[in-house]
């Protein structure tokens, strides 16, 4: 199984369990194959992204929601809106890491899966060539300082931290019971610092 294949694989896992957590719905994603109106590949390439990037795109899901984290505070791209391919080669940055231009350092072998918010979080980039990923807190050091990970391994691990709800994507989400810890459904359950609703299906 080529790295593409194996991100994607573990990207469909993390947004099948996202949807079983009750935190995205069935309707809100698109699952590769993608449709036309959903992947632009003109733009895609117009963007500045590399073939290797783009083939990668083609196999990885994605939900459409606006303003959704996929990590705590990295907000989900959805690439079916245009306004994504510039938020993908342009996203929030310290000024050591933009050219003479503004823009940022990052060649089009860099896929992000999610970007930070102005004040804080971080990109998510998959390194469309090397099969790696950086998760990139841009206020805390310089792109070039972070370390490269494993993509597969590193999206796999995040999706069972999870599923063990030792890390949760939002604050003040609902999830369904089916998803609580052993010994039954409680509500308000202060979990790292975050409230958790657990309901009743």
């Known amino acids: 199984m080529s790295s593409h294949d194996k991100i994607a694989a573990s990207l469909t896992q993390l947004y099948k369990f996202f949807i079983k957590f009750g935190y995205?719905?069935?309707?809100?994603?698109?699952?590769?194959?993608?449709?036309?109106?959903?992947?632009?590949?003109?733009?895609?390439?117009?963007?500045?992204?590399?073939?290797?990037?783009?083939?990668?795109?083609?196999?990885?899901?994605?939900?459409?929601?606006?303003?959704?984290?996929?990590?705590?505070?990295?907000?989900?791209?959805?690439?079916?809106?245009?306004?994504?391919?510039?938020?993908?080669?342009?996203?929030?940055?310290?000024?050591?890491?933009?050219?003479?231009?503004?823009n940022p350092l990052l060649d089009g072998n860099l896929l992000p899966l999610s970007i930070a918010t102005p004040s804080y979080g971080s990109h998510l980039l998959v390194n469309a060539d090397r099969g790696t990923i950086k998760d990139w807190v841009y206020l805390d050091e310089g792109f070039k300082d972070v370390t490269e990970m494993n993509a597969f391994f590193f999206l796999d691990a995040m999706r069972k931290e999870y599923e063990a709800l030792e890390e949760i994507p939002s604050a003040n989400i609902i999830l369904n019971s089916e998803v609580a810890p052993p010994g039954g459904v409680v509500s308000n359950v202060e979990h790292l610092g975050f409230v958790i609703l657990l309901t009743q299906k």
Not at 72 to 98: A, Q, T
């Open 24 to 102: 995205l719905k069935e309707t809100q994603m698109k699952w590769p194959p993608h449709k036309d109106l959903d992947l632009d590949l003109t733009l895609a390439k117009n963007s500045g992204l590399s073939e290797s990037s783009i083939e990668l795109l083609k196999k990885i899901p994605w939900a459409d929601v606006a303003n959704t984290d996929l990590a705590y505070e990295s907000k989900i791209l959805s690439y079916s809106h245009d306004y994504s391919f510039e938020s993908c080669r342009h996203p929030v940055c310290p000024s050591e890491d933009v050219d003479e231009e503004g």
